[in-house]
């Protein structure tokens, strides 16, 4: 029917389709007849400093960026659509440059390239969705040029996912921008309203006593640890919180955290001094 009646899902077909199945290529996970002679899988050597590449920068990095530097030869499997964007948009073409064939590697770039504008919260002007275009219509024939080549003991390398890549400006065009920042908070709120569901035979009155019974219990734990923590902390049997900054905070003694950069101090006037004088 086409991208302009059904839209495919940027979210899925790049990161959690088109994207792992490169690495496991790439990573000698996916051999055809046990064949790892292949131009473009690296070696056990190299996929350890891919691994530990990552685990290295964790060091150097906040806490909150370190949660997206993982061993990906290990987690593959695990990874879900934010660590695979951070992936590719970030940390892969540095893990992948001089480690793979210029043949192979500007195969990767490309869909890189592609998904620098299509992975954007904010739109894309024209010129934007032609580089798109182009990277992806580089990227197609490539795959099946240098990848599947058109054997049949290749075929399960052809990939219908891949060649849905030429219909992504099409449905640019149609729909807009890929919000796909913004489908990361609702896929995981989706993915919370399984266990949610207890009855499949009266699934919707099902999540909708559960939803109440969890929003009035998170009303009530807030009432009594404000209003009576004392006697809250004795019935759940926790701790009370110490009032003041948690464990091994700093204190801001220049001023509040408003993020504006604090005041410089006042510099003193020197008086004119008079030559001559004693």
């Known amino acids: 029917m086409g991208p302009t009646v059904v839209p495919y899902e940027s979210m899925h077909l790049v990161l959690l389709d088109t994207l792992p199945h490169l690495w ?12 790892e002679d ?13 691994g530990r590449d990552p685990r290295d920068a964790r060091r150097t990095v906040p806490r909150a960026p370190t949660r997206s530097l993982r061993n990906i030869n290990v987690h593959q499997k695990s990874l879900k659509a934010v660590k695979w964007m951070h992936f590719i948009l970030c940390s892969g073409e540095v893990l992948r440059a001089g480690r793979l064939p210029r043949d192979f590697l500007d195969l990767f770039m490309s869909l890189c390239r592609a998904c620098r504008f299509l992975f954007r919260p904010r739109g894309v002007s024209e010129a934007e969705i032609n580089t798109i275009d182009d990277d ?18 290749r075929l399960s390398l052809c990939l219908s996912t891949i060649a849905t890549l030429l219909d992504v400006v099409l449905q640019r065009r149609a729909c ?36 109440t019974r969890q929003y009035e219990a998170e009303l009530v734990t ?9 006697e809250w902390a004795g ?44």
Request: aromatic share 8%; proline share 9%.
């Open 176 to 211: 807009g921008p890929a919000c796909v920042c913004r489908q990361f908070p609702m896929k995981w709120k989706i993915g919370a309203l399984g266990k949610l569901i207890r009855s499949h035979s009266r699934p919707h009155s099902s999540l909708e006593a559960n939803v």
């Open 24 to 35: 496991k290529l790439f990573s000698g996970l996916k051999l055809i007849n046990k064949d």
């Open 222 to 230: 807030s009432l009594g640890e404000h209003f009576l923590p004392n």
């Open 38 to 50: 292949e131009a473009y899988i690296m070696p056990k050597s190299t996929l350890a400093l891919v």
């Open 136 to 153: 992806n219509k580089y990227f197609v024939p490539n795959y099946y040029a240098k990848i599947y080549r058109g054997s049949v003991e």
């Open 235 to 278: 019935a759940a049997g926790k701790h009370l919180k110490a009032p003041g900054l948690p464990r091994g905070s700093l204190k801001n003694t220049r001023g509040s955290w408003s993020g504006l950069r604090p005041s410089p101090a006042p510099v003193r006037s020197r008086q004119p001094r008079c030559r001559g004088a004693g």
